[in-house]
C-alpha cells in the first residue's frame, strides 16, 4: 500500500457470491454489511523486485542552483491589504501599497539566518522535506510583534515547478507573526531530493456486489420485469407512431400532376 496506488470501482452487475474461487478474488463487505468481490491487479499480488538505487547525483548542490536568485529581482506578491516582498538571502518585508506607493510604515518579517543543510547527517533524519520535497531557509529578527513581543520570523520554502519562472506562491501565517512563504521556481528540478515523483495511473479494483442465491433468483426476476415492462413502452410507442403517420397519410391531398 505504500509503494501502489489503487483506483477502486464499484460496479451495479453482481454476481452469484461463492462461484469466482480465483486467487485474485477477495471478499469484503461494506458497513451495511453488504458483500462484495473485488478482484485485484496483478501487481497486487506480486512481489515486486526491490526498486534500484538512483545513480549519484553530482550536478550542483542546492545552494548552487538557487543562488542566482540573489542578483534577480524580488519577489512581490499581494494578499488582502498586504504586499510581501522576497529578496532571495537578504529579507522579507511586509507593506501597504495605494496607486503603486507604498502607504504606512514597512514592516520586516525577517533576515536572513540560515538554510536547510543538506548534507548534514542531523538534517537527513528531517523526513518533511525528503517526503514534501521542498528546500527551506530561515529568516529571523524581524520587526517586533505586538501581540506576541518577539520579533517576527519567517520560513521561506522553494519548491519546483517546471515551464514557470520564479514566483511567490503563498504567504500563510500559522502563528501570530511567524509566517511560511511559500517559493515556486524551476531552478530546483534538477536535484532528485527535489524533483516531483513521477506520476503513476492507479491501478483498478473492480468489486461487484456478492448476492447469495436467492438474492441472485430475486435481482434476475427484477431484471426480467423491468425488461417486459421496457418492451411493452416500447411498442405502445410504436403503436402510437404508426396510428398518427396513418393519420397523416390520409389528411395529405393528392399531388397534381406536372
Same mark, same amino acid.
Given at each position: ?63 548552487? +542552483? ?121 531552478? +530546483? ?70
Amino acid at each position: 500500500l505504500s509503494e501502489l496506488k489503487y483506483g477502486l470501482e464499484i460496479s451495479a452487475e453482481p454476481v452469484l457470491a461463492g462461484q469466482r474461487q480465483a486467487g485474485d478474488v477477495v471478499t469484503v463487505a461494506s458497513k451495511f454489511k453488504q458483500l462484495y468481490e473485488c478482484r485485484l491487479p496483478p501487481a497486487a499480488l506480486r512481489r515486486e523486485p526491490a526498486p534500484e538505487e538512483p545513480p549519484p547525483y553530482n550536478g550542483s548542490g542546492v545552494t548552487e +542552483l538557487l543562488r542566482p536568485m540573489a542578483a534577480a529581482p524580488c519577489l512581490v506578491k499581494t494578499k488582502d491589504w498586504w504586499t510581501y516582498e522576497f529578496c532571495y538571502g537578504k529579507h522579507i518585508q511586509q507593506y501597504h501599497l495605494e496607486e503603486s506607493e507604498i502607504k504606512g510604515d514597512i514592516l520586516f518579517l525577517g533576515y536572513y539566518h540560515s538554510a536547510f543543510n543538506w548534507d548534514d547527517e542531523t538534517a537527513k533524519a528531517s523526513k518533511q522535506h525528503r517526503l514534501k520535497r521542498y528546500h527551506s531557509q530561515s529568516y529571523v529578527n524581524g520587526s517586533r510583534c505586538d501581540l506576541t513581543g518577539r520579533a517576527r520570523e519567517a520560513e521561506v520554502r522553494f519548491l519546483c515547478e517546471e515551464g514557470a519562472g520564479d514566483y511567490l506562491a503563498r504567504v500563510d501565517e500559522p502563528q501570530s507573526c511567524s509566517y511560511v512563504l511559500t517559493v515556486h521556481t524551476p531552478r +530546483l528540478c534538477l536535484h532528485p531530493f527535489l524533483r516531483p515523483p513521477a506520476s503513476a495511473a492507479p491501478q483498478p479494483i473492480l468489486c461487484q456486489p456478492a448476492l447469495s442465491p436467492a438474492q441472485y433468483v430475486q435481482y434476475v426476476r427484477a431484471q426480467v420485469s423491468d425488461t417486459k415492462r421496457k418492451v411493452e413502452e416500447i411498442s405502445e410507442e410504436l403503436r402510437t407512431l404508426d396510428s398518427r403517420l396513418g393519420s397523416e397519410r390520409d389528411t395529405e391531398s393528392p399531388r397534381q400532376p406536372p
